[in-house]
Antibody, heavy 116, light 113 residues
Framework: QVHLVQSGPEVKKPGASVKVSCKAS????????ISWVRQAPGQGLEWMGW????????KYAQKLQGRVTMTTDTSTSTAYMELRSLISDDTAMYYC?????????WGQGTLVTVSS | DIVMTQSPDSLAVSLGERATINCKSS????????????LAWYQQKPGQPPKLLIY???TRESGVPDRFSGSGSGTDFTLTISSLQAEDVAVYYC?????????FGQGTRLEIK
């Protein structure tokens, strides 16, 4: 069965960077892309971007361009999302999801807290 | 960007009754070349990630109870729960994947009356 297992919670200071991992199992990793979606406390879902695991092509949300980088390591079936120059508004639960169009499997989420 | 607007923001329905959630897109999400509507519905319970319920506007994901159904045109969509069960209490989101950026509705909170 398909599983996406994310790394643990992070606490970061403003201006720092965070890198969240998402390890996939139960399917051919290169057959699907990976999207990242975040959810601020008590708020709705915000799409951050998508990476093709097959060729590394990426599409990022305009508001995060220049601060976010999505990568994959096919040798370990792991996707990564790095967010730089963190601000308090980046405090959120970050999810990875298997995706070619809709998101059919989701990771459990990684809480990133940005606080001085 | 395509703006997705859900209504209502919250909804209280009695057990066994029908629940209807609406979603409107600011432009059509119907791709004419394949006649597919690029619209999905997700259910999110507290402390859990979203769960895919419906894709292509009306195709039920494997394992999703048949009391959940989706319908709609190019811009107006509906998620219907035919007979509300206690475990259906959640927030429901629509999502368009027709164009980037992918966008979600603001969510509809469904409760038991």
């Amino acid at each position: 069965q398909v599983h996406l297992v994310q790394s643990g919670p992070e606490v970061k200071k403003p201006g720092a960077s965070v890198k969240v991992s998402c390890k996939a199992s139960g399917y051919s990793f290169t057959t699907y892309g990976i999207s990242w979606v975040r959810q601020a406390p008590g708020q709705g879902l915000e799409w951050m971007g998508w990476i093709s695991v097959y060729n590394g092509n990426t599409k990022y949300a305009q508001k995060l361009q220049g601060r976010v980088t999505m990568t994959t390591d096919t040798s370990t079936s792991t996707a990564y999302m790095e967010l730089r120059s963190l601000i308090s508004d980046d405090t959120a639960m970050y999810y990875c999801a298997r995706s070619e169009a809709f998101h059919d499997f989701w990771g459990q989420g990684t809480l990133v807290t940005v606080s001085s | 960007d395509i703006v997705m607007t859900q209504s209502p923001d919250s909804l209280a329905v009695s057990l066994g009754e029908r629940a209807t959630i609406n979603c409107k897109s600011s432009q059509s999400v119907l791709y004419s070349s394949n006649n597919k509507k690029y619209l999905a519905w997700y259910q999110q319970k507290p402390g859990q990630p979203p769960k895919l319920l419906i894709y292509w506007a009306s195709t039920r994901e494997s394992g999703v109870p048949d009391r959940f159904s989706g319908s709609g045109s190019g811009t107006d969509f509906t998620l219907t729960i035919s007979s509300l069960q206690a475990e259906d209490v959640a927030v429901y989101y629509c999502q368009q994947y027709y164009s980037n950026p992918i966008t979600f509705g603001q969510g509809t909170r469904l409760e038991i009356k």
